[in-house]
C-alpha cells in the first residue's frame, strides 16, 4: 500500500508534540541524590577498551546542588552518560563554571546550556574568564545569544551573587592556559573551594641554586631543578575553606619541565592541607590514571591523608556523591 504524504504530516506533528512533553518533564524532573549534594561525575568508561587507559585524561565535572544553587563545574567529555549515572538531571543547571580552555574541563560545556533550555523560562549563568571564551570553548550562540543565558566574565568581577546567601569569589590560579581559574563558593557560611588546574610555586630552583620566578618567562627549562618557594597567596586561599576539591596531577615534582609550575603534584597536596582549616578535600583528576586499577590512587590518598591528617578521599573511577546536609 502506497504511503499518503498526510500521514508523514501526522506523525511529524504526533513526534513533536511527544518529544515536547518529554522535554518539559525533564526540565521539572528532580535529581536522583536527595537534598543538597556535590556529586563528582568520575570516568565511567569500560577499562577494558584500550583506549579508556591509553587517553590522556578528558573526564572532569563535579555538579554542586545546594537549595537554589544548581551549578554544574568542568564538563569533560561525555557529560550526559556519566551525569545519568550519578543521578544528577543536568537540564536542572542554573550555573556553568568552566575554569578554563582545556577539552577535559569544556568539552562538554555546550550540551549543558542545551539541556538547561530544556527548562520553562531557563536561566542559565556561564561563568568563564575572557581568555576562555576567546578559546571557544563554548559557541557563542550556547554562551551569548540562546534565550536566558548570561555570560559573566569572572575576569572582571571578584565576587558574583549567585543565590540567596551564596556567592563566589574567583581565585586565578597558575596553569599552562592563562585566564585559568578556581572558585570559593560561599554557603551561608560554609565554604566549598576548587582548585581548578594550577601549580603551586612561586619559584623553582636551578642546579647552581638560583631560584627564579615561575610566574614569569621561564629562559630554559632545563634549568627547572626542583621546586622552589611555595605560592602562598593559593594556599592561604584554599587552606581557609571548609571543603576542598583539588585537582591533582601527579606524585612528584618532574625536573626539566615546566610542567609541575602549572600542575599539582602530592606534596603540594600535603603542603594546602596540613594546618588547614579543610575539614573534608576530595582529589579529582587522580584517578583517570587508571591503568594500574584501583590500588594505586588509594595509595596515594592514603598517603595524603596520613601526612596531613585530613579527611581526604580520592573520586572512584564510577564517580562520588557527597551529601552537604549532613556535613
Ligand atoms: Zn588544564
Ligand atoms: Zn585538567
Known sequence: MPIEFNELKQLSKQARD???????????????????????????????????????????????KYNDLEMMVDPGINILERAERIGV???????????????????DANVIAEMAAYREDSKLRVLMSERTQEEKIMSHYHS?????????????????????????????????????????LDINGLKIGYT?????????????????????????????????????????????????VFNLHDVEFRKHTKHNLY??????????????????????????????????????NQYIKESTGKETLLVALNGHVVNLDNI
Not at 543565558?149 to 572582571?156: G, H, P, R
Not at 556567592?167 to 592556559?177: A, F, W, Y
Not at 630554559?220 to 571548609?242: H, Q, R, T, W, Y
Not at 588547614?276 to 583517570?288: A, I, M, Q
Open 196 to 244: 581548578g588546574d594550577t601549580g603551586f610555586n612561586a619559584t623553582y630552583k636551578t642546579i647552581d641554586g638560583r631560584e627564579l620566578s615561575a610566574t614569569e618567562k621561564i629562559p630554559d627549562k632545563k634549568e627547572i631543578e626542583e621546586p622552589g618557594a611555595f605560592n602562598d597567596k593559593l594556599k592561604k586561599v584554599f587552606s581557609e575553606v571548609d571543603i576542598l
Open 18 to 64: 511527544v518529544s515536547n512533553i518529554l522535554r518539559k518533564e525533564l526540565g521539572e524532573m528532580p535529581h536522583k541524590i536527595e537534598g543538597n549534594f556535590i556529586a563528582f561525575f568520575g570516568r565511567q568508561f569500560n577499562p577494558d577498551y584500550k583506549w579508556n587507559s591509553a587517553l590522556k585524561p578528558l573526564w572532569s565535572g563535579f555538579y554542586i
Open 144 to 184: 551569548q545569544s540562546q534565550d536566558g543565558v548570561e555570560l559573566v566574565l569572572i575576569d572582571k568581577m571578584e565576587e558574583i551573587d549567585l543565590s540567596a546567601n551564596i556567592k563566589l569569589k574567583s581565585v586565578e590560579v597558575t596553569h599552562t592556559i592563562a585566564g585559568s581559574f578556581g572558585f570559593v
Open 263 to 300: 600542575h599539582s603534584t602530592v606534596s603540594d597536596a600535603v603542603n594546602v592541607l596540613r594546618d588547614s582549616k579543610v575539614k573534608n578535600c576530595f582529589f579529582e583528576h587522580f584517578n583517570p590514571h587508571g591503568c594500574l586499577g584501583v590500588e594505586y590512587p588509594q595509595k596515594v
Open 89 to 107: 538531571n543536568l537540564a536542572r543547571t542554573n550555573t556553568l563554571f568552566v575554569s578554563h580552555g582545556h577539552i577535559d574541563h569544556g568539552h
